[in-house]
Each structure stands twice: as C-alpha cells, then as structure tokens.
C-alpha cells in the first residue's frame, strides 16, 4: 500500500510541476534558515564543552557597590588564589593568571609575536587541554619552561622535535619546550599559543611579587577547579568575603568574591545585580525564534497551496472514497505526499546549507563544521524532517479527507467560511510575523548607524597603535626622533593604555567638596607622555598640558569633562585629589570626553598622569604619504629598536569599528532572516491568491461577459489582500515595539524610537503584497471566459 501512496504522490508531483517546485522550494528555504540557525546555536553552545571537568571549572570575580549600583570584575588580587588553596573547603586547583597578552618567541631567524598566558602550574588540571607532548603535572613545574601549541611549534621548530629546545620569550629567557599542545579550537573561550609558568612572571616582575600581599591590587586573573563532591553554592558563601576579611583598615565598596562557571562564560557574558544574566545567549534565543518562525511560515505556505487546490482534489478523494477508501487511507496518502516533498525540500536544504556555510561562516566569524559524517545528525535530520511534515501537512490531509463522495461527484463542494477565516489567519501570522522582523531590522541598523556616528573625542584619521616591548620603552626617546625625522609621522606619544580600551582603574579618595566618606570608584588611570592630548587631536578645555620633563611635573594630573562631573568641580584646574593609596596630586588641565571603552556607554571618568613606562606607542601619519610607503620606513625603524620582535600595528579607526562586531553581524543576519521571512510568506500569499482565483474563476468569467475590464478584475482579488496586510501591520506594530524596547534598554547611549520604521515596513509589505497577488489577478482577468465557464 506505501508503494501505491508513493507512486500516485510523485505522479501528483509530476503532473502538476509548477506547484510542487513552489511548495518544495519553499520549505527548503524554511528549512535551510531553520537548519543553519540550528548549526550556529550548536556551535555556540558547544564552547568550551570540549574539555573534560568543564563544569567544575570556574573564575574568580569580584561584585563592588559603585554609587548603588553592583559592577562585576574579572580583575581581582592575588592574594586570593593562596587564600583559595589554604582556607577554602571544596576547591580541588586554583591557578592564577596574567591577562593572556602577546609576547615575542624567537628561535633562531624565526620571530612571532604571539598571544600567550602565565599561568599557575594547577591551570592545566583546571582546563585539561591535551598535550600532545610532555605531562600536565610537571610540564609547567619548572619557571624557565614554555609549552606550545602544534601551530606554534611548527612555525618555529618546523619539522624538527621542538621538546627540550630553547626558545627566546621576549628577548630577556631562554625557556626549554616541556610540552607540545593540541591546537586550541575555535569553540574556546581561551586562545593562546603557548603557556609559560605564573612563577617566571613572578619572579621578573617585581611588581607582581609585591602584589603576593595586597589586597587592594586588583590585577589578576584566578581560576579553580571544585572537588566533585563540591557545589558551587556551598564554595561561593565561604569565599564572598575574603577580601574584607583580610584587608588592612576599611574596605572600599563592600567587595565580595563569587565563582563564574566555565560553561557560561561564552553565551552568559553580562552581569546583572552580581550574576551572570546573559548576553550572546540573547542574540541566540533571537535567531532561534526566528528560525523557527521563518519554518513555520513555509509549513502555512504548504498548507494554504495544498487547500488552494482542493477543487481539484475533491475529485479524486471522492472517486477513492467512492470505491471503498476509508477516510484513514485517504489521511495516510496526503501525509505521504507531505513526507516526500518534505524529503524532497530537506534535501534541497541541505544542498543550500552545504553551499553557504562558507560564506556564512565568514560573515558570522564561525567555523561551523557540517557534521554528515556524524550519525547522531543525520537521526536529527530525520526527526527533524517528520516534524516538518507532519506540521506542515496535517491540516490539508485532515482537511481534504473530510469531503464527502455523494456532494463532491455532484459538483456540490464548498469550502465553507470557517476554511476561508482560517487561511486568513494564517495569512495575518505570516505577514506580522515578517513585517515585525523587517521593523526590528530596520531600528537595529538606525541604532548601529547612531552609535557609529557618535563623536569620539578624537581624531581616528590615519592614527595607528604598536603594543610597547621593553626594548621599544628603553628606546622610546631615539625611535620617536627618528620617526618624527622620517617625514611619515606628524605626532608620536605612548600611554599605560590603548585608545580603545583602559589597562588600569583607581579610587579617588579625596577632592575638594566631598561629601561623606565613600570614595570615587571606576575612575580610569592612564600615564601619558606631553604629546598624548596632541597626537590623538583631545582637546584641551582648560588649564595647561604636561611639561616635557616628566619628573617636575610628576604630581600634576589632568581630568576629562566626565572626571570633572563626578567631582562635581565646575572649575577643577589647580584643585587638589587624593588617589588611592593617599597620594595627592594637582589637576592642571580638563580635557574633553574620548570613547575609550564602549560608544554605547557614557565616558569613563579619568585620570591622567605624567608617566616613563607606556603599554601603547600612538603616531599619526601625515595626511600626504602614502601608507604602504609609510609602513614600510616604520618597519625599518621598528626592526633596528625592537629587534626580537616583527613590526605589528594596528589603525585605530580599524580597532574602534570592532567594538560594533556583535550589533552589526546582528544586523546583517537579521536582515537576511528577515527578507527570506518575507520571501516565503509571498509564497504563501501566492497560494491563497492562486486559491480564491481558483474560487472565483467562474465569478470571474460572469463579470468578463458583463464587461468587467482587466483592472476591476485585478481590484475585485487585491482589495481583500491588502485588508489583510493592513491588519498584519497593526499586529506587527505592538509585538515590534515590545521586543525594540527591550533590545534597546540594555544600550544607555541609543535612539529615540519614531514612527519612521513602522511607516516603511507598512508601506513595504502593501507593495510586496501588490507585486505578489498582481501575477495571479491579472493571469484570471485574462482568461478567456469561455474557458471557465465552460461545463465538463
């Protein structure tokens, strides 16, 4: 009997082509949107579950009241990782950690510049990354050693055995290789490239063993592993208040420790009242929602095509049940049907799928892997697909087996208002649905666009950053003369922090109308050299700039406007602050606002101070040169000061437009899931167009005899259409709006939402609609009427 089913099912789909590539089509793309979305989501949670023990591994962070409000830090002293391992209950490992930067290996000729950590030797049993070569319990046991990864390896050892061999770290070791590590794949929220010992950083740094004591120092990164038997409840309450607890005198800020679980850290990446609330796990949700959306729309366009042809099946479900066929049979054939154009369009799908994935791979920043050769897949596919089917096809089996054999042979059928309401509804979901996502795109891309135009403070135009080495701040002085002479540089000056982020932060105790006792938290601290506020084009509000010589001026501070306002000093030149730690200093200029960390966020206060060590070298090029030629006599300059290390820069408008990453990739797949939302939905209005021309067609032909010209044809099928696109904008405007305004709310910098972009999307879906019903209501106007009201 299946074989019967499948035979007359392809006979079906063969005869009448022009449907069955609609319907086929049309679910595959619901299908392919729904099945790329479902990839992405896999990959996105599958971060970090690679490792074994990933859900026993945490970060320490630190929640501080700031002005009322709970800000959440991953920076935090280290004394806690020694407190950790002594005092805590439940806690297996801990490693401390420095901020994962780029350091220079050299083996040889060879020279990279490359992302590494220092880390505690327990961070191999906390994260258990394989090693391929070498034993994660001694191989970082040693302070002279260094593990890398197989990439790393083999760029500088080549073919050769790498294990025992010295390589330079930064031009001041020679670290031996203990052990060589598999590659770090791309669902990590660790990228590193090789490993060195917490205690060779400890031991180098005298700063850094200093902090061993300080509880004020939050510089560090620490990581712990939990006993099995350990939760993390019981472990958070022991350690919320180590910092209080061991702090000499008054603790600022109420500061209380709590454990960040490694399986969140990727999709829960946002903090709200001290605990991880979300994040890309929105985006997420978002994507999934509309992928399912879209697969449901292109399951109505099925169902609204199956019953837009139900004349010409009533028929056929009248002779079989004439003969005998129950109406269980009858069931049993259409959802057949159902299953083979589902197959048809999985198929279909998975060819589309297959062939953007590269494409969307590099849009979406991913590396999603198609996993045919995995057979828990292909198992999900197939549920996947009989789902698919069954909702798709379960209204018009029902529906078409239900005709009975005496009215249908007599010609008698009708469809009955219940039928026609029902199309309709599903009609008004398809369109609200995509008119809602075509506002939500629309007010992603004006907010983008806000924020991008938002003045930053300073002047991006050909200004270009070189993270310092300790051979470019020993040489700074010379090197700068030099660039300067070149006749390619304008500007050069450094700071203890990039443009487009912020290294370090204070407390600021004490300024001049202080009210009570609780200190200026989160202000950002930067050492600058006298030519940062002119290489970056800040300008200088009030009062003076840094002297040259650093050391007269070696208590003189400058504030930005923000600073400024969190003082509340309307006139903060020659005012004194003390910082954190009681030294005081004298502010000599304001300058004005610069984005620094987000542009959706307002300004950070800060601080900045005349300084000799810097982590950023900031020059600008001159407006005439050309910038290869520039870039090519910086790297002569760079090779002969910082010979260990390649020349590396970054443009710093470059660096600043990835902070839009997220909101852009957004915006763009918001856009592609919304034009295909669109494009099956037309689709489905095609069906229900193709329905009541099918309906009307003698109607039709009547009102041809009777004079009835091609545009009263083509007005009589439209009219009803565009009433209901017009309801599916006012359904679409309240759901759009409720969903805007919570995207909306987590941005404090954002537009102000008009009436502009549910005009747009109304007016764009009533013309959609009008170029889609067009081709159905002018084919019926130009029918011959003889042909429709001809008697069989």
Known sequence: MLKSYLKIALRGLVKHRVYSLINISGLAVGMAVALLIGLLIHYEFSYNRFLSGYDQSYQIYVNESVEGAIESSNAVPLPVANALRNNIPGIRYVAECDWMQRHGLMVGEQKLYLSGA???????????????????????????????????????????????????????????VTGVMGNIPSNSSFYFQYLVPFSLYEQSAGWVRASRTQWENYSFQIYAALDPNASREQVSSRIRDLIQDNSEGKVNFEPELGLYPFKDWHLYNEFENGQPSGGYIDYLQMFGLIGLLVLILACINFTNLATARSEKRAKEVGVRKAIGSKRKHLVTQFLVESFLITSLAAVLSLILVY???????????????????????????????????????????????????VKVLKGKITTGRGTSRGRKILVLLQFSS???????????????????????????????????????????????????????????????????????????????????DTPAGGIAFIRVTE????????????????????????????????????????????????????????????????????????????????GQWGASMLYRLRPEVNTQQAIATLSVLFN?????????????????????????????????????????????????????????????????????????????????????????????????????????????????IGPGEFIIAGLGAVLITLITISFQAIRAGRERPVESLRVE
């Open 118 to 176: 220092s880390v505690g030797g327990d961070f191999l049993k906390i994260f258990r990354f394989p090693l391929l070569q070498g034993h994660a319990e001694t191989a970082l046991s040693d302070p002279y050693s260094i593990i890398l990864t197989a990439r790393t390896a083999r760029a500088l050892f080549g073919d050769e055995d790498p294990m025992g061999k010295s390589v330079r770290y930064d031009n001041r070791f020679d670290l031996q």
């Open 355 to 405: 062939a953007i994935l590269p494409f969307f791979n590099d849009l979406a920043n991913v590396r999603i892997q198609f996993p045919l050769d995995q057979p828990l897949f292909w198992i999900v596919l197939l549920v996947y697909t009989t789902l698919t089917a069954l909702m798709a096809g379960s209204r018009p089996a029902w529906y078409l087996s239900s005709f009975q054999a």
């Open 434 to 516: 995509s008119i809602a996502l075509i506002i939500g795109t629309m007010v992603i891309y004006r907010q983008i666009n806000y924020v991008q135009q938002r003045p930053v403070g300073y002047d991006q135009e050909r200004l270009m950053m070189t993270r310092m080495t300790d051979d470019l701040n020993d040489n700074y002085q010379v090197l700068r003369n030099e660039m300067l002479q070149s006749g390619v540089v304008e500007s050069v000056a450094w700071g203890s922090s990039p443009i487009t982020s912020i290294f370090s932060r204070i407390e600021v105790e004490h300024w001049p109308g202080k009210t009570g």
């Open 531 to 610: 030519d940062y506020f002119n290489t970056l084009g800040i300008q200088l509000l009030q009062g003076r700039n840094f002297h040259p010589d650093w050391q007269s001026d070696s208590t003189s501070l400058i504030i930005n406007r923000a600073a400024a306002d969190r003082f509340g000093l309307e006139d903060p030149v020659n005012q004194t602050i003390t910082l954190q730690g009681g030294d005081q200093g004298t502010i000599v200029g304001l300058v004005e606002d610069a984005l620094m960390i987000s542009p959706y966020d307002p300004v950070v206060p800060t601080v900045f101070a005349h």
């Open 640 to 752: 002969r000061h910082n010979p260990t290390f390649p020349y590396e820069y970054e443009f710093v408008d470059d660096t600043y437009a990835q902070k839009f990453r997220l909101e852009v990739l957004v915006g763009k797949l918001a856009a592609i899931f919304a034009a295909l939302a669109i494009f099956v939905s037309c689709l489905g209005l095609f069906g229900l167009a193709t329905y009541l021309a099918e309906q009307r067609r003698k109607e039709i032909g009547i009102r041809k005899v009777l004079g009835a010209s091609l545009s009263q044809i083509w007005l009589l099928l439209s009219r009803e259409f565009i009433g209901l696109i017009l309801l599916s904008c006012i359904i679409a405007v309240p759901i759009a709006l409720y969903f805007i305004q919570r995207w909306l709310a987590q941005y404090t910098y954002r537009i102000d």
